[in-house]
């Protein structure tokens, strides 16, 4: 295939993640023609309810997905903590690569977490991020915020919110360099499975994945298939609060530590598990989890949404 067509959603994080691939593919393969195609999804045109209660971020991939079936684009890339742990049938996620910094971020001019008065408002879209912040520091009120990243930030400037929580690795990506960002320790607030990494959705069995694989990081790829398999374990997709990341040892060996909360922070189940296949840790992992209460709780949450 000469000529590649990336499907994309328009907000400015979504074309650089697409421009960013489009620069890669032709690095790798000077002699094709990489284009973008861009669209407006059900997720961004949907702005008055928190994602959890309208479908989760799947709204924002399935015009992507449809573009690719119905034969007008060939790829999509996708920051991967937005997709599901299983991949729709038909479709395969052969790269993940490009990981940058895993930590959110608390975004607030009054300081860090442990600075904020009591009773700040939190903006936060993640049941993730609110019940690990309300773990340490229930008295804060975590609040729902939807829009992209340009959009959450005018909310904070306008004083909507005294803080909100972004990804690190979207800021650092869109260039956005504040003096009142709060790097949250992977031990404060224990990111989403795949956050960081970009990953590249084609059609199955397309001969696109060997254009693809002079890309691959085979590393990050086992690091984020390790986390993914935490969500793909428990049944959770990223609208539960269901945490997890895995990185190489010394010695070469892969550590995950994933964790579940429930919706108040009250109770948080961890667990850390250390060895060489991804998906075996995933399983030893998410074995560890339910033996600890895990499933109760997502249970409780799944109830509660309904």
Not at 230 to 258: E, K, M, N, R, W
Request: aromatic share 2%; proline share 5%.
């Amino acid at each position: 295939m000469k000529h590649i067509r990336i499907a994309t959603r328009e907000s400015k994080l979504a074309l650089w993640q697409a421009r960013f691939l489009r620069a890669q593919l032709l690095a790798a393969h000077p002699d094709i023609e990489v284009t973008l195609v861009g669209m407006s999804t059900k997720g961004d045109r949907w702005l008055d309810a928190p994602l959890s209660e309208i479908g989760g971020k799947g709204l924002f991939i399935k015009e992507l997905e449809v573009a690719m079936l119905d034969g007008r684009a060939d790829m999509a890339v996708h920051s991967v903590k937005d997709l599901p742990a299983v991949m729709p049938e038909g479709f395969s996620l052969p790269l993940i690569a490009f990981r940058d910094d895993i930590r959110d971020v608390l975004v607030s001019a009054k300081g860090p977490l442990e600075a904020l008065p009591v009773g700040a408002r939190i903006g936060s879209s993640s049941l993730r991020r609110k019940s690990q912040i309300l773990a340490i520091r229930p008295d804060l009120e975590v609040l729902p915020i939807r829009g992209n990243v340009g959009t959450r930030l005018e909310k904070l400037d306008s004083g909507e919110f005294d803080g909100i929580v972004l990804a690190a690795a979207g800021l650092a990506r869109l260039e956005l360099h504040r003096d009142d960002l709060h790097p949250l320790s992977v031990e404060e607030c224990l990111p989403a499975p795949g956050q960081g990494a970009l990953g590249v959705e084609i059609l199955q069995d397309s001969p696109l994945e060997e254009l693809l694989a002079p890309l691959l990081d085979s590393q990050t790829s086992a690091c984020v298939r390790a986390e993914r398999g935490i969500s793909a374990g428990l049944g959770a997709d990223c609208a539960l609060p269901v945490a997890a990341s895995a990185h190489f040892t010394s010695s070469q060996q892969i550590q995950l530590s994933a964790l579940v909360a429930d919706a108040d922070g009250a109770k948080i189940v961890r667990s850390t598990v250390t060895g060489s296949d991804p998906l075996t840790l995933a399983d030893e992992a998410v074995a560890q989890l339910l033996a600890n209460g895990a499933g109760e709780i997502l249970d409780r949450i799944r109830q509660d949404k309904h």
